[in-house]
């Protein structure tokens, strides 16, 4: 089981090296929702491999070059938003997996291999076993896939997300909503049947412990900006008055 948790807003260097320190198994750089350009998620990978923090790069959408790009830059893995039927996630594969597994265009000796020269056949045995492919189901027609989806070689995880699964349902944030904790417990079988990770991400840690419980094990725990404000209103709450509101200027 591994937590980490998503780099959504800070772009500095700076941000691998404190969630290193802060004991985090790995983290998420964000370009679907994020405002990140690739020099900045280049710049974030360079540093998370020099401190030996694992990172991922969750990608807009399943393009050829939107998931070469991060791998060529040296993430660990890619994450694709919103994958919804057994041909999509073959696409992904063919465009992530090297030959004989896919297609992946070869560049060698760039940051993915730290600027080193490589064996060209051992290196793509090599990154075709060791990359990580986290499939996002996340919708109610990702989830009628389901079973297609989680049978396609080459998936490392299958990740949930809770807000937009209850929204496709027509309950948005209604994550604790019976039918949606139905969907999810019938996600996190389907994954024990098919031999597949099982992720999910968790805005508390009452949810996380629950869901681990139930057999989830790549777990992401909000993002950086989340829980500065987390840890600031904490704090705040603590030294004010009771009844201040947030967000008032200092006199």
């Not at 994958?83 to 594969?93: C, G, K, L, P, Y």
């Not at 725990?221 to 967000?247: C, I, N, Q, T």
Request: aromatic share 8%; proline share 6%.
């Amino acid at each position: 089981m591994v937590w980490g948790t998503f780099v959504f807003e800070y772009g500095s260097p700076a941000v691998p090296r404190i969630m290193k320190a802060a004991g985090w198994d790995y983290i998420l750089i964000d370009t679907e929702h994020a405002s990140f350009g690739m020099e900045t998620v280049g710049n974030l990978l360079h540093v998370s491999a020099a401190v030996g923090l694992p990172a991922v790069v969750r990608v807009p959408e399943a393009q050829r070059s939107l998931l070469s790009r991060p791998l060529d830059a040296g993430a660990m893995g890619v994450m694709i938003p919103r994958v919804e039927s057994r041909a999509q996630a073959e696409e992904i594969v063919r465009y992530t997996k090297y030959f004989p597994m896919g297609d992946r265009g070869v560049a060698l000796g760039t940051a993915h291999s730290a600027y080193q020269a490589v064996n060209g056949k051992q290196f793509i045995r090599e990154a075709n076993t060791e990359l990580l492919i986290i499939m996002q189901i996340e919708t109610q027609q990702g989830m009628e896939s389901l079973d297609d989806i989680l049978s396609v070689p080459g998936l490392s995880v299958a990740y949930l997300g809770p807000h937009d699964l209850s929204t496709s349902m027509g309950m948005p944030g209604a994550v604790g909503h019976p039918r949606v904790v139905q969907a999810i417990t019938a996600f996190l079988r389907g994954c024990k049947r098919h031999g597949v990770i099982p992720g999910i991400w968790v805005d508390s840690i009452q949810d996380g412990r629950a869901w681990m419980r139930r057999g989830a094990r790549f777990m992401t725990y909000g993002a950086d900006f989340s829980m500065v404000m987390e840890r600031s209103r904490m704090v705040l709450d603590a030294v004010h008055p009771k009844g201040r509101s947030h967000g008032r200027r200092p006199r």
